[in-house]
Antibody, heavy 125, light 103 residues
Framework: EVQLVESGGGLVQPGGSLRLSCAAS????????MSWVRQAPGKGLEWVAN????????YYVDSVKGRFTISRDNAKNSLYLQMNSLRAEDTAVYYC??????????????????WGKGTTVTVSS | SSELTQDPAVSVALGQTVRITCQGD??????ASWYQQKPGQAPVLVIY???NRPSGIPDRFSGSSSGNTASLTITGAQAEDEADYYC??????FGTGTKVTVL
């Protein structure tokens, strides 16, 4: 069964750090881009970061640049998100997701076809 | 602009058809993907590409695109379709979300 399982969430004070993990199983992890997506309480989905198969390319939403670092260990089938200098506005459920991208006709399309159940991060004093 | 705009909420009578729209400049170049999210659950992919459904998604869900607008249509809505729906473009931009209520 294709599966993603997040862990590492919790309560942290503003300015603190947290490292999220995502364990992948049931597919060849090293063949896919991977993303982190978050959802603040009562709000919509927000893409946070993604990483290429070999880790050579990484992209971030502006609000986390310089504070969050996405990484992966293909030998361990694991994705990570190191979060530093945390703020109250980083409070959210964090999901990891498998990225796909294809070309159909003259248009590209991208989608996230496998999602974990999420891990909750609360930034509060 | 990289934003994707959706109507905040729509309602549909049981068994009727509802269309959810998503507007944004990026949709002129990229097909949208659509996600269903029920309370307390992770998002689920329902439509991707021109009009593709993942395995297990009922065929009452369909997608289309014209200009800067992508649409998700539910034909014959069921009670279990009541959820939030999000569009996505280029993988890095989500729409604002539409809450679908089935009456």
């Amino acid at each position: 069964e294709v599966q993603l399982v997040e862990s590492g969430g919790g309560l942290v004070q503003p300015g603190g750090s947290l490292r999220l993990s995502c364990a992948a199983s049931g597919f060849t992890f090293s063949s896919y881009w991977m993303s982190w997506v978050r959802q603040a309480p009562g709000k919509g989905l927000e893409w946070v970061a993604n990483i290429k198969q070999d880790g050579s390319e990484k992209y971030y939403v502006d609000s986390v640049k310089g504070r969050f670092t996405i990484s992966r260990d293909n030998a361990k089938n694991s994705l990570y998100l190191q979060m530093n200098s945390l703020r109250a506005e980083d409070t959210a459920v964090y999901y990891c997701a498998r990225d796909r991208g294809e070309l159909e006709g003259d248009r590209y399309y991208y989608y996230m076809d496998v999602w974990g159940k999420g891990t909750t991060v609360t930034v509060s004093s | 602009s990289s934003e994707l705009t959706q109507d905040p909420a729509v309602s549909v009578a049981l068994g009727q058809t509802v269309r959810i729209t998503c507007q944004g400049d990026s949709l002129r170049s990229y097909y949208a993907s659509w996600y269903q999210q029920k309370p307390g659950q992770a998002p689920v992919l329902v439509i991707y590409g021109k009009n593709n459904r993942p395995s297990g998604i009922p065929d009452r869900f369909s997608g289309s695109s014209s200009g800067n607008t992508a649409s998700l249509t539910i034909t014959g809505a069921q009670a279990e379709d009541e959820a939030d729906y999000y569009c996505n473009s280029r993988d890095t931009v989500f729409g604002t979300g539409t809450k679908v209520t089935v009456l």
